[in-house]
């Protein structure tokens, strides 16, 4: 009679991740505690049907087993002994994998049948079932912790990481703003990162985006959000060191990027929540992730949500919109001119020079205002521009230097999206104003729309696809260092940037 032993149990990494090293067949000797030296017979190639594993055991037994299926698609294999020193007979088994959607963990299935001599299937069925399976399990998540599978094809984990102890304080550097004001109120000073608190992530960061509101916090504007001695900074992209209790879904040196509501992230070292993080893709690098994420997202929101240019018959946009973008050539600005364009939209920006013209045009944008001498004067252009009815859509990042002029360029029943204050806060709408055209207003924050990891995360997908399918080109990146901070905030506010700036930590 046949014995079948079956186990299962979850392994807290991604499927991708599990696989990559179960897929190769002669791997089993650098994770499997039982197994002492493998190796795969005729120089076959370790993933292909038909090859046979030749190993010992570290108890001395010898075993040679051949590989029958191996499905990439199903992530399942099937393999039997075609020889062995242990009495194991007809032995068959398998192993399936299966994603586990709540915290990107992997459901692992291992069964096999075999016969065994009369009087001994107690015996070789627990040493299949414990021995083998059970202690494999455990095996393969000490490997994975200890960030055994760097070699896998297309892993998303940095090569550079070395696992810490855990639960220690990490040395770290980080920007502080001394007072509200100026740049040169921001400076660069020794912190350690503690260990990170239950469901937290520690980050060793290696590019941190620069954004707009950076600069409204160092000012004072926000003390809600920065007190003076606080270090700026919403995003950045870099390595997991470690995570705190309760966190699934990262594991030491997975290379991941946040964006998050509370400051924090101009420093080489930074505990988040695990519900900001997401892991990057092996195409887009910590850079590309830093300069992207956060004004990425903010440009997937306004374009689909807010704007709605995807929605054909809605009371918004749709394909064929006409969209004004203040500051096209910036950092926000090319990603939504880009993705506008693809949408179907008619593209006018608002740029301060010639050079920031040519960019927005190469940007997608379709009609370029060029601001320079005239202040913030552009209604009669955008009417121009739209045969005289006026912007269906606005996207204001400009704020109170542009408000006659934004009520004045917008068509009737036009949507108002006050991203921004880049020229100062907004003063209250006279909600009559709007009432004369029928215009609709709204004021988004785009961590209110990444506010559950599910949510991070699908839009995050849409971003990185986006710039893979050509949708979206990345925007030219400015680089300084943690310590060049003050001159980042220097030049974008004296409105000496186009595209994204990053800090390199
Ligand atoms: N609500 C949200 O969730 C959210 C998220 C991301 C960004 N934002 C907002 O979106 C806007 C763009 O952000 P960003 O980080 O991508 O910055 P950015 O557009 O790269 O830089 C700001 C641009 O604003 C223009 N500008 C016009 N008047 C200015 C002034 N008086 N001072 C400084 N700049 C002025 C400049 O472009 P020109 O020289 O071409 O005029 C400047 O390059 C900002 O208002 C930001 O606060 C909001």
């Known amino acids: 009679m046949l014995q079948r032993v079956v186990r299962s149990t979850i392994i807290d990494a991604p499927i991708e991740r599990v696989w990559a090293v179960i897929r190769d067949f002669n791997s089993h000797d650098q994770w499997h505690a039982v197994v002492d030296t493998s190796r795969i017979e005729r120089g076959e190639k370790s993933d292909q049907v038909g090859c046979v ?31 062995a020193t242990v009495p194991l007979q007809r032995y068959v088994a398998t192993v399936t994998l299966k994603p586990v959607t709540d915290g990107n963990r992997t459901f692992w299935h291992w069964e096999s049948t ?63 703003v001394k007072r509200y004001g100026g740049p040169e109120q921001m400076q660069l000073e020794d912190a350690d990162c503690p260990a990170p608190g239950p469901g937290e992530v520690r980050i060793r960061q290696r590019a ?48 991941v990027a946040y964006l998050g509501p509370v400051p924090g992230s101009y420093c080489h070292v930074r505990n988040v929540p695990a519900d900001w993080v997401v892991r990057l893709p092996p195409a887009v690098e910590d850079e590309t992730a830093a300069a992207l994420l956060l004004k990425g997202l903010t440009a997937e929101v306004l374009v689909h949500d807010l704007a709605q240019l995807d929605r054909r018959g809605g009371t918004r946009g749709g394909p064929g919109a006409r969209l004004l973008v203040h500051a096209a050539a910036g950092g926000v600005g090319l990603l939504v001119c880009a993705w506008a364009r693809k949408l179907g939209a008619t593209v006018i920006g608002t740029v301060s020079s010639d050079a920031k ?46 408000r006659d002029e934004n009520l004045a360029a917008l068509a009737r029943r036009g949507h108002w999206i006050s991203l921004g204050n880049a020229t100062g806060a907004l003063a209250q709408v006279d909600t009559h104003a709007l ?41 030219p990146v400015e680089r300084h260092s943690l310590a060049g ?14 595209g994204a700036l990053v800090l390199l930590a």
Request: some cysteine.
């Open 53 to 83: 594993r030749n190993f010992t055991l570290k108890d001395g037994n010898h075993i040679r087993e051949q590989l029958l299926t191996l499905d990439d698609h199903h992530w399942k294999s099937t393999y039997c002994i075609v020889e």
């Open 208 to 255: 941190v985006g620069v954004n707009f509101i950076d600069i409204y916090q160092r000012r004072g504007w926000i003390p809600a959000m920065l007190a003076e001695g606080g270090t700026p900074g919403m995003e950045a992209a870099g390595s997991v060191l470690d995570c705190g209790e309760g966190v699934h879904g990262f594991l030491e040196g997975d290379r």
């Open 485 to 498: 901070a003050a001159e980042a905030h220097a030049r974008l506010e004296r409105r000496a940037t186009s």
């Open 357 to 402: 013209a040519r960019l927005a045009r190469e940007y997608g944008c379709e009609h370029v205002i060029v601001l320079g001498e005239r202040g913030y004067r552009f209604a009669d252009a955008v009417k121009q521009a739209t045969g005289g009815s006026g912007a269906d859509v606005l996207i204001d990042g400009l704020g109170e230097a542009a």
């Open 114 to 176: 075999f016969a065994t001599p009369p009087g001994m299937e107690r015996e070789l069925t627990d040493m299949v079932a414990q021995g083998v399976y059970e202690a494999g399990f455990e095996n393969l998540r000490k490997h994975l912790r200890e960030g055994g599978d760097l070699r896998a094809p297309g892993s998303t984990r940095d090569a550079a990481m070395v696992a810490l102890p855990r639960a220690l304080p990490v040395a770290s550097r980080r920007v502080v």
């Open 435 to 475: 009432l004369a055209k029928s215009i609709t207003f709204s004021r988004p924050v785009v961590f209110d729309y990444v506010a559950t990891r599910g949510e991070l995360e699908r839009r995050a997908t849409r971003l990185w696809a986006a710039l893979a399918d050509g949708t979206l080109k990345l925007p």
